[in-house]
């Protein structure tokens, strides 16, 4: 049996924040009883490659959640013993307060030393917030697995890795011009959620989740503002702080207004099962492709999407699955037009959720992943 650990993050950071002071028995779980309750609450990728693994029975996958100060915190009392760990968690901080030095480093530490501890085969970095040099100290032992779908981050070179994983052929293109091998692989949808979500619900409109602000999304920020102003939309996600050009959520008026917090999770697949209209851009991050993984988790979860025209679409979607518009005009056009024809969106809807659970499930997606890395495994043992 191969092990194999991933390394993700619980996103947005606001919502899990707000997840746990709902629940102050987390912090008396164990971790393992901690990742468990974590994984419960579906967010971001969760497990749904490390589940797939573990459900055929050749791998032992396990999750590791990097910016999580109480996970941290668990990994050092699994680590440590439960009243040593603690302190030297506390200590730690300290240190590297006073030495004016990040969290980083005593994430860095227990990680480290979780993965000694684990011995995994395969070290799958989903999430990119580590310097990615930190990997190669593990590179002799064990496959080192990025996936990439965002910008790159920073701090951060694909030859740090034995093998890259993409949605985006531009990437792909990329990293093979740095010697990297660089697999296309799918988005996709967990049919588990479908069963921990509620029907007869009150829908909540036209709605969009997700991130905006005026660095990574400053197109699709500035669409959605224009289509507020002139529609009854709500919003739920973060305001990207970083960068950009200064200008906050309140300087966006009508984002402003219709803006419900952040979520993740089931909540946020419940958000899209219920609402009229879930709207979906992706013209900042994916170059004119269409293959963002809202698509999926809207149509997965049985939502109506309604997404920006892109090239991909006729050769890799079946007609009649999802809603397209091409501007600002045709997306407010289509809004009125399917607004006031729901039996025609039910069947969209209906149709698009049934073929991504056939077609893009996570079942099928870990397979391929598995049977990728057992050959690079097998040629890595050869070297």
């Known amino acids: 049996m ?56 050749e791998w032992d996958a396990e999750e ?72 190669l100290q593990f590179r002799k032992d064990a496959l080192l697995v990025a996936r990439l779908s965002a910008r790159l981050p920073q701090n951060w070179h694909p030859e740090h890795f034995d093998l890259i994983y993409t949605d985006q052929p531009d990437f792909q293109t990329f990293f093979h011009f740095h010697g990297v091998k660089t697999v296309l692989n799918d988005q996709g949808f967990d049919p588990r959620i479908i069963d921990h979500l509620q029907s007869g619900r009150p829908s909540p409109g036209v709605v969009f989740c997700g991130g905006l602000g005026t660095q990574n999304f400053l197109a699709r920020t500035e ?99 999802f809603a397209t518009y091409v501007d600002d005009e045709d997306c407010l056009r289509q809004v009125d037009h399917y607004l006031a024809h729901p039996e025609e969106r039910a069947v969209i809807a209906k149709k698009g959720q049934a073929y991504i659970v056939e077609n893009y499930n996570y079942e099928r997606i870990s397979k391929e992943f598995a049977d990728d890395l057992l050959v690079e495994l097998a040629a890595k043992d050869k070297a």
């Open 2 to 57: 191969k092990k194999l650990i991933k390394f993700d993050i619980i996103h947005p950071a606001a919502w899990l924040a707000d997840k746990k002071a709902e629940h102050p028995e987390v912090k008396e779980m164990s971790l393992e009883e901690y990742r468990a309750w974590l994984l419960g609450l579906f967010s971001n990728y969760s497990d749904f490659y490390t589940h797939y693994l573990t459900e055929s029975g």
């Open 64 to 135: 590791y959640f990097l910016l999580d100060d109480l996970y941290n915190l668990k990994v050092a009392q699994h680590l440590y013993g439960k009243e040593r760990g603690l302190a030297m968690d506390v200590a730690a901080k300290v240190y590297y307060k006073l030495r004016r030095r990040g969290p980083g480093q005593w994430r860095s530490h227990l990680i480290k030393k979780y993965i000694q501890s684990f011995k995994p085969d395969v070290i799958f970095v989903r999430s990119q917030p580590q310097n990615s040099k930190f990997w």
């Open 223 to 321: 669409f959605f503002e224009r289509i507020a102003q002139r529609a009854k939309f709500s919003w739920w996600g973060y305001w990207w702080e970083y960068g950009g050009d200064g200008r906050a959520l309140k300087d966006f008026p009508a984002l402003h207004a219709g803006f419900n917090g952040p979520t993740s999770g089931l909540e946020m697949y419940q958000i899209y099962h219920d609402a009229d209209i879930c709207l979906n851009d992706y013209v900042d991050t994916a170059n004119g492709i269409g293959f963002n993984q809202r698509m999926f988790e809207v149509m997965g979860s049985g939502g109506f999407l309604l997404t920006r025209m892109a090239p991909n679409f006729a050769e890799q979607f079946p007609e009649g699955i």
